[in-house]
């Protein structure tokens, strides 16, 4: 298996393999493979973490929290290593978030491994259909993130 710029295979991540690509590696594998290399990492289940705290706010409120709360979660965890599973919730369409800007801000200091239940083909991570409304798409190099691939 071959890895341009922004790919590393788990086992590299696993092995401590730093990459110039910064601080946030997104994986398009299988979380149970995930769990076999990193289970000595911290894992928050974001989706978790940002809807409890988002159902105690009025409505209105949401969309300017939920940045600050994701921010907020990561940042208190005292873990430098830290597994991000069921993002979903962050990806909608009411939001309107960067997903990965945000948590390129929120894991400053940190190594970040998010478990992405998207794709990655062709230097471009998407999220979700073309014609669903939580499309998202990003060009990986725009963002300096890696990418973890089977």
């Known amino acids: 298996m071959s890895y ?73 965890t005292p873990s430098k290593n830290i597994v991000l599973e069921n993002i979903d919730v962050l990806f909608s369409p009411e939001y309107s978030l960067d997903v990965i800007r945000t948590l390129q801000l929120a894991g400053k200091n940190k190594r970040l491994l998010v478990i992405w239940a998207g794709e990655y083909e062709d230097g471009v991570l998407t999220y979700a259909q073309p014609d669903y409304p939580d499309f998202h798409r990003y060009e990986v190099r725009s963002y300096g993130v890696c990418c973890i691939t089977k």
Request: charged share 25%.
């Open 4 to 76: 341009g710029d922004n790919e590393l295979s788990l086992r590299q991540v696993a092995q401590g393999y730093t990459s110039n690509a910064g601080n946030i590696m997104v994986a398009c594998v299988d979380k149970e493979l995930v769990k076999s290399f990193f289970s000595n990492w911290k894992w928050i289940n974001l989706g978790l973490v940002v809807s409890e705290q988002l159902c105690r706010l009025p409505k209105e409120q949401r969309k300017k929290m939920v940045a600050d709360i994701v921010i907020s979660a990561i940042k208190k």
